[in-house]
């Protein structure tokens, strides 16, 4: 037997362990709930830290770096390696929304919750808010926002769909990116959908798929939230390994959502980079600078004053840490601009890679070979409140710069990769398969860059 034939069989036990233990699965939510609302609430109502504070003393500090520096970063990095197992197993929003919905009022999801531009519309506002109130450095912004978002999610089990994730998945900010990084899962839940027709008596209880999924239809990672309820259905459905690459070489065979290029291109790419550069930029400085210098010669200073309130704009100046209206201002438009012309640049140099190609409609399956290194991006951001966090605490952390860089080239390697297979499938003559390459290389070169000004080019 191959070792890969071992692995599979050994995966499947484990899919189907996970649909016989489900109440220990249920018991896991509700730790995880629980743990969730103690970082979320306490440091909230706890004074602010102060100047000679440490992680080790100081629980909103420890919170902080739990929260920021551990969880989220390893939260999408979990999807890359398991596909979306947090959101069936572990994630707390999903659990209390699904809970809540068991005593709601059971509606019908209407046609304009089902619109597929939410998660791309929430996960932008979202960002581009957290940065305007410092969602990363302040425990009452984080309250608010994650806060608000899980009330939501219980808001929304109350109305919709009893028994069921409807917040997750129409409406959750960051569903739309882990359903990108889970595409390169090595592993996932296989529908065998010829074995599921021949199997028409079901040897088990019909699952209740929470995230409202045609069981049977189901292709790749990216939708399932892989919490194993129906692993063995009909003898049908198994967890199985698989390639990384497969899931993403296989788009050009199934109809894609254009909302799906569109989120990771202007989304996590575009804004995400400008949301994490924005504080080393000076690009940042020079504009605000501009815009400073504009008001002044027009008398207009109201602008320049800092007196919004903390859930409108940072405003804590107990730490000499406040933000004015033109901070704000220029935070948006910085974000903004670093989200069309980043994201604009990299649509059309798919688009062209695409018609260099012959094949217009390729550019989706091109735009999603860049998710290695949008999902490094997101890694890299959020790590960097990690390593900041730690050298507060008076650790080195000397190799933290290879290992970004190390990241960055690996990241940047991959999608390569990907897109050159993806080009390879058209069968392309040589001359039009190197141009629409360099359009890629071009392409994830201008991302690379851009993680280089951060991290390097302006330190």
């Not at 019909?206 to 995230?211: D, E, L, R, T």
């Not at 201008?446 to 993680?451: A, F, P, Q």
């Amino acid at each position: 037997m191959s070792d890969l034939s071992r692995c599979n069989r050994w995966l499947q036990r484990l899919g189907d362990a996970m649909r016989r233990h489900a109440a220990v699965i249920r018991a896991a939510q509700w730790v995880v709930v629980a743990f969730y609302a103690v970082l979320l609430i306490l440091p909230a109502i706890l004074p602010l830290p102060g100047s000679q504070a440490r992680l080790l003393d100081n629980l909103t500090l420890l919170a902080q770096f739990l929260f920021w520096g551990i969880w989220w970063p390893f939260v999408l990095l979990s999807m890359v390696l398991f596909g979306r197992f947090w959101c069936g197993v572990l994630c707390p929003e999903g659990a209390l929304s699904e809970w809540a919905s068991q005593y709601g009022k059971g509606l019908g999801v209407p046609r304009w919750l089902r619109w597929g531009g939410w998660p791309t519309l929430a996960f932008c506002l979202t960002t581009l808010y957290g940065q305007l109130i410092s969602v990363y450095d302040y425990a009452q912004a984080a309250l608010l926002i994650l806060g608000g978002s899980t009330l939501a999610a219980v808001g929304v089990g109350l109305l919709f769909a009893r028994g069921k994730r409807v917040w997750c998945r129409y409406l959750c900010p960051v569903s739309g990116v882990f359903a990108l990084l889970a595409r390169l899962a090595p592993v996932h839940f296989q529908v065998d959908e010829q074995r599921w027709k021949a199997n028409a008596g079901p040897r088990l209880p019909p699952p209740n798929c929470a995230p409202l999924l045609d069981i049977r239809r189901m292709r790749g990672a990216s939708d399932c939230h892989a919490c194993g309820r129906c692993s063995g259905q009909r003898d049908a459905v198994r967890l199985i390994a698989r390639s990384s690459n497969q899931e993403i070489l296989q788009a050009t065979t199934q109809p894609l959502s254009p909302w799906d290029s569109r989120l990771l291109l202007f989304g996590v790419i575009g804004l995400a980079m400008g949301a994490f550069q924005w504080t080393v930029s000076p690009w940042f400085v020079s504009l605000k600078q501009q815009l400073a210098s504009w008001l002044v010669g027009r008398d207009l200073l109201w602008p320049l004053q800092d007196n919004a309130p903390w859930w409108l704009l940072t405003h804590y100046p107990q730490l000499n840490d406040s933000f004015s209206w033109l901070d704000g201002f220029s935070i948006i438009l910085y974000l903004g601009a670093s989200a069309l012309l980043l994201g604009g640049a990299l649509l059309l140099l798919v688009r062209l890679a695409a018609r260099i190609a012959r094949a217009p409609e390729l550019y989706r399956a091109l735009s999603l070979s860049l998710t290695p290194l949008g999902g490094a991006g997101l890694f890299l951001g959020l790590s960097a409140t990690t390593v900041k966090l730690l050298r507060y605490e008076g650790l080195v952390l000397g190799w933290v710069q290879s290992a970004r860089a190390g990241l960055l080239l690996a990241a940047i390697g991959w999608s390569l990769l990907l897109g050159w297979k993806l080009l390879g499938r058209q069968g392309l003559a040589p001359v039009r398969r190197g141009g629409a390459g360099a359009c890629l290389l071009l392409a994830n070169g201008l991302v690379g860059y851009g993680w280089w000004l951060q991290f390097w080019g302006w330190v």
